[in-house]
């Protein structure tokens, strides 16, 4: 049996490379393809809105007094609105000078500030990678590749890297531990940030672990340039995609403390300043004001306390976070929900080897550190803690690398015992995915009886619109009387993209003229009004409109039903 530190020995590069081209595209194919199963969820309409906005700037760069004799201000648009930012004036655009003025940009680039747009805008940049790609395609699926290419280029990255290091058995669990997993799965087709934060977190782990890498390379003592730039590039595009992006270097700044690493030190020290120019180049929010705009977007994202608080079911109690608190195990309890159990006992064990072998292996330690520290930060008191798993997403992805070093030692450890261990976990991943298609944010593990055995444990079944899908939309077209509307319990603008798109014919309560006809509500019982509450207690099992497993999704309820429990039309 090799040793971790000359286990690389004999790895041919080129086999682990070509390997990880061929696993990107395997998962770019397989994201394309199932695709149109899923249904558009909560925050993909928002996203839609804030790329117009960029489209038409970018647009507007090229020929500014063209653009400005044609300019209007959308009358309806699926960004939030804010009163603060009025749309700009046509005289304002004629000039590329105008187009970089501070309150110009503070329209056309919604990221960065106050909420409702406190993300930066990396995300929808990465969504506009769909218009140089796939022109053709309609506007979601168009707004969604560039998420899924960046999803397929980390399944890539963590099959050769592992690969390289511990051999193909190693790399294919790690890659299946990433794309098989069915919550990241489901984010990695989505034109959201969180599955592209997800894959940038895991790329900079495996960047960082190479340029620290003792065995790699002909020169093992000298700073690798090239990886120290990339991880730079990393870090930038993490920062400027999500608030939880900003803390990537933490655990890269523990490993190199704990290891007593100097190259670890250096790199870090020459990606420090390509993360910054990376972080303003990719942020044009910041330019008019580089330090009040980063003032701005810090107080914005650590105040989320005092803005409007997200109700969540955790355990059978309804906690409204941030205001208040998740349990302090709630991290450990979700990973033990909602992973395939072939892939938490791989990654555990791999993450005892981690341990052992700080330095020789700093792959594993790494991601084992990145792993433990996501757990940390998001159960600490008044962390937002809406929407499951969604907030510490990156953490699956250290979850997925993890396994991979499981997978290694169950292999060198029990031969073919170990490779059947990693066959059995990989079926395991496949087989979650494809029962739980179209639905698979409300997958959870065996271990607590899947989704049914989670919504006795008192667990939210679903919590995004994602099981909205082809077939529940047919219905309401087909059921909706002509002239009239269907009312949702809630409103993410993306009705008004299903509306676009011709997929929901029926009309929008209040938006469109015409009486309700119907009223559509989501099984997420931590946001459940007295109404909502109501109707399903008086409806039983009628009027369930998708379901899974037997557990009710989303519920159709006629507007008489609706108006016999005290609501109003």
Known sequence: MPSTATAPSGRNPWVARLGGLAV?????????????????????????????????????????????????????????????????????????AGLLAADVLAWFWPFAREEPHGHPPF????????????????????????????????????????????????GGLAAGAWALQPRLFAEGHYATYDA????LWVVATITFARAVDPGAGKTPDRLRWPSAILLGILIGWAADTKLTGWLLPIPLLAWTALARDRRGLLTLLVAAPVAILTLYAFNPAFWPDPVGG????????????????????????????????????????????????????????????????????????????????????????????????????????????????????????????????????????????????????????????????????GMEPTYYWDALDAGALDWLNRNTPPGQTVRFATYPTSWLELRRAGRLRAGLWRIEPGEMAYYVVQNRPGALGPIDRALIARSGSRHVLASKFGVPLIWAFPSSEFEAVGGVR
């Open 196 to 199: 592209l934060l997800a894959s």
């Open 24 to 96: 990107a595209a395997a998962t770019l194919a397989l994201m394309i393809a199932t695709e149109p199963a899923l249904a558009i969820v909560w925050d993909e309409g928002y996203t839609l809105g804030r790329e117009a906005r960029v489209r038409a700037w970018i647009e507007a760069l090229r020929d500014p007094p063209g653009f400005a004799r044609r300019w209007s201000p959308p009358t309806l648009e699926l960004v939030q609105r804010d009163d603060r930012v009025p749309s700009p004036k046509r005289e304002r655009l004629a000039t590329r």
């Open 123 to 170: 995300y929808a940049i990465v969504g506009l990678v769909g218009d140089l790609l796939a022109p053709s395609w309609d506007t979601l699926p168009r707004a969604r590749l560039g998420t899924m290419i960046a999803f397929s280029v980390a399944a890539g990255a963590i099959f050769a890297a592992w690969a390289r290091r511990r051999g193909p058995w190693a």
């Open 294 to 457: 980063v003032e701005r977007f810090l107080r914005s994202n650590l105040g989320r306390a005092n803005t409007r608080p997200i109700p969540i079911l955790f355990l059978g109690e309804v906690i409204e976070t941030p205001t208040e608190s998740l349990p302090w195990y709630n991290t450990l309890a979700w990973t033990v929900f909602v992973t395939p159990v072939g892939f938490l006992a791989l990654a555990i064990v791999g993450a005892l080897m981690s341990c052992r072998h700080l330095r020789r292996e700093p792959l594993g330690a790494l991601a084992t550190g990145g792993w433990a520290f996501l757990l940390i930060l998001r159960s600490l008191p008044h962390t937002p803690g809406h929407d499951g798993v969604r907030q510490f997403l990156p953490a699956f992805g250290c979850l997925a690398v993890v396994a991979g070093l499981g997978a290694a030692g169950a292999v060198e450890r029990l031969g073919r015992r170990g490779k059947v261990v990693v066959v059995a976990a990989l079926i395991e991943g496949a087989a979650s995915v494809a029962l739980i298609m179209p639905v698979p944010l409300s997958y959870y593990s065996p271990v607590v009886g899947g989704l049914p055995g989670a919504a006795a444990l």
